[in-house]
T-cell receptor, first 112, second 111 residues
Framework: EAQVTQNPRYLITVTGKKLTVTCSQN?????MSWYRQDPGLGLRQIYY???????DKGDVPEGYKVSRKEKRNFPLILESPSPNQTSLYFC???????????FGSGTRLTVV | GDSVTQMEGPVTLSEEAFLTINCTYT??????LFWYVQYPGEGLQLLLK?????DKGSNKGFEATYRKETTSFHLEKGSVQVSDSAVYFC??????????FGTGTKLQVIP
């Protein structure tokens, strides 16, 4: 089944403790992206990648890092999480942007 | 940069009522336009899309027409069902990697 898999689904962590949210897609898509969803703000793009080793900042990249060492994987790294990064995070992938994105099921992160 | 404006929700309708969710956008060039749907506890799913002016996207009884002259992409459905209750997002893509979403409109359909 074609899908984008994110892990974990839920995560509670403490301020400053490094964490990684994994994202993997099995559709051989070149384009991958991370979004955060907050009430009243919709989805905002954090980082995106157009291919292996090619990444760029989205609208809200501060406090996040990404890497794209393999085509299928696009992990999101929070080096020193803070409470304002409490949010619902989505990974998405696409063959081409005009075809639309396939989204993962989301990761609900709480930073205390 | 690009922006998308959706009507405020929540929208509450009775089953079999007609649905319209308004969406307008600002973008340079000729963006592609999308509607995504998010059911409770799930990720977004692509509902329909249109890639050029006057295109009509359709899926599962939902339709939207790309209106370049009014920069709009309103979502419509002739007869909603309880199972259509969800949050609907309008989005524009001016480039392969840059997708701009609206804030979402929650639809609640009551029996």
């Amino acid at each position: 089944e074609a899908q984008v898999t994110q892990n974990p689904r839920y995560l509670i962590t403490v301020t400053g403790k490094k964490l990684t949210v994994t994202c993997s897609q099995n559709m051989n898509h070149e384009y991958m992206s991370w979004y955060r969803q907050d009430p009243g703000l919709g989805l905002r793009q954090i980082y995106y990648s157009m291919n292996v080793e090619v990444t760029d900042k989205g609208d809200v990249p501060e406090g996040y890092k990404v890497s794209r060492k393999e085509k299928r994987n696009f992990p999101l790294i929070l080096e020193s999480p803070s409470p304002n990064q409490t949010s619902l995070y989505f990974c998405a992938s696409s063959f081409t942007g005009v075809a639309g994105y396939t989204f993962g099921s989301g990761t609900r992160l709480t930073v205390v | 940069g690009d922006s998308v404006t959706q009507m405020e929700g929540p929208v509450t309708l009775s089953e079999e009522a007609f649905l319209t969710i308004n969406c307008t956008y600002t973008a340079t060039g000729y963006p592609s336009l999308f509607w995504y749907v998010q059911y409770p506890g799930e990720g977004l799913q692509l509902l329909l899309k249109a890639t050029k002016a006057d295109d009509k996207g359709s899926n599962k009884g939902f339709e939207a027409t790309y209106r370049k002259e009014t920069t709009s992409f309103h979502l419509e459905k002739g007869s909603v069902q309880v199972s259509d209750s969800a949050v609907y997002f309008c989005a524009t893509s001016g480039g392969y990697q840059k997708v701009t979403f609206g804030t979402g409109t929650k639809l609640q359909v009551i029996p």
